[in-house]
């Protein structure tokens, strides 16, 4: 394990990493945007010819326009993700179109963010914090629809502790991921208890790392999504003190794309649309087999992915009003925290659609 202690970053500094990372991204020499160049270059015509295509142009089957495309998704999130992976949906959708797929295995917003910066990752789920500080960051993405309903993050504490509210957590030692959807509860969670960010201590760590600090001690409470929640609760006796329904929070997760993707191939954002629509399907139809396949694929015992899967709900939709509404509102949290060093619109990297041409398709 990495020395937890040297990993804190700022809000700011993420933000000049990521706009470095994004300056830089066009040098970048990962093997599939090679690919994407050499298809870009073949199709430059019908991309000057259309700067702005909308998911409901047809762009036909034109063979040359999917020429080694390869499409770059990370997919190692329990639920749809994973189960289009295994069960092949998004070969089958892109493969119509003649392009191939690549998958990523990442951890945390910072990471999805940093690989879309660099133009190696096209698709990912993302929770809402990840949107705020890349569109902060000036991150070429585009919010393309709800991919959960944000229930999965959680405060826990180790058995036996004598936390037992978020007023407890005053000056105590706190496992985050800066920039997560599980950072952004957090926050919301002290503002609720009357407490600001700097009366606790936080660690910023990813999840492979705040793992073995929570079991042995290093930190006193584990801000966490789903699995890691359930499985700490099931199998270590963990205690789970806030989740975002009990402070009034509701913060989705959102299917995202890289902009410059969705615009050269805005069909192909249809297609993992769909494709994502077909295992939310199969994963809402076929219950227990999916349990069962997820429990396998993520070496969980089937009840922590069962809870998992009803503490974190699937969903592929239009993205609402009332989502808008609440990322604004953290949102505007972040930038009067110094989190932020400039207000954001958060309605401007929503674009429905292309999850209204893929659910009109069905």
């Keep these: 394990m990495k020395a937890w202690s040297k990993k804190g970053f700022t809000g700011l500094a993420l933000a000049m990493i990521l706009i470095m990372l994004s300056a830089c991204g066009n040098s970048s020499s990962n093997a599939g945007q090679a690919k994407n160049n050499a298809a870009t270059e073949a199709t430059a015509t019908t991309a000057q010819a259309s700067a702005e295509p909308s998911a409901s142009q047809d762009n036909g089957s034109d063979a040359e326009k999917y020429k080694d495309v390869v499409v770059n998704i990370d997919a190692s999130q329990m639920g749809p993700l994973l189960i289009a992976k295994e069960k092949g949906y998004f070969e089958e959708e892109?493969?119509?179109?003649?392009?191939?797929?690549?998958?990523?295995?990442?951890?945390?917003s910072s990471q999805f963010l940093e690989a879309i910066a660099s133009d190696r990752?096209?698709?990912?789920?993302?929770g809402y914090i990840g949107t705020i500080t890349g569109?902060?960051?000036k991150v070429g993405f585009t919010s393309i629809s709800e991919g959960s309903d944000g229930g999965g993050d959680g405060i826990i504490v180790p058995k036996g502790s004598s936390i037992q509210s978020i007023a407890d957590l005053k000056g105590k030692k706190i496992g985050?991921?800066?920039g997560s959807s599980s950072w952004g509860l957090l926050l919301r969670a002290?503002?609720?208890?009357?407490?600001?960010a700097s009366d606790v201590q936080q660690i910023n760590l990813q999840p492979d790392e705040a793992q073995p600090a929570f079991q042995s001690g290093q930190i006193d409470a584990w801000v966490i999504w789903e699995p890691f929640r359930s499985s700490q609760i099931n199998t270590q006796g963990a205690k789970l003190i806030a989740e975002g329904?009990?402070?009034g929070a509701f913060n989705p997760a959102y299917n995202i794309v890289r902009t410059k993707f969705a615009k050269q191939y805005p069909e192909l954002v249809v297609a993992y649309l769909k494709a994502y629509e077909r295992a939310l399907e199969w994963q809402n139809s076929n219950l227990d087999e999916a349990i069962t396949l997820l429990a396998g694929?993520?070496?969980?015992?089937?009840?922590?992915?069962?809870?998992s899967l009803k503490n974190n709900v699937a969903t592929n939709n239009p993205i609402s009003d009332e989502a808008t509404k609440n990322q604004q509102e953290v949102a505007d949290?972040?930038?009067?925290?110094?989190e932020l060093k400039e207000k954001v619109d958060v309605s401007q990297v929503v674009d429905n659609s292309y999850i209204k041409q893929a659910l009109a398709d069905k």
Excluded: H, M, P, W
């Excluded at 892109?94 to 945390?108: C, D, N």
């Design 121 to 126: 990752l096209d698709f990912v789920r993302i």
């Design 135 to 137: 569109q902060a960051a």
């Design 176 to 178: 985050v991921t800066k």
């Design 297 to 307: 694929l993520k070496n969980l015992d089937e009840e922590t992915v069962r809870v």
């Design 245 to 247: 329904k009990g402070i």
């Design 333 to 338: 949290i972040l930038f009067n925290l110094g």
């Design 190 to 196: 002290l503002q609720s208890a009357g407490l600001s």
């Design 94 to 108: 892109f493969g119509k179109f003649g392009a191939k797929v690549e998958y990523q295995t990442l951890q945390s």
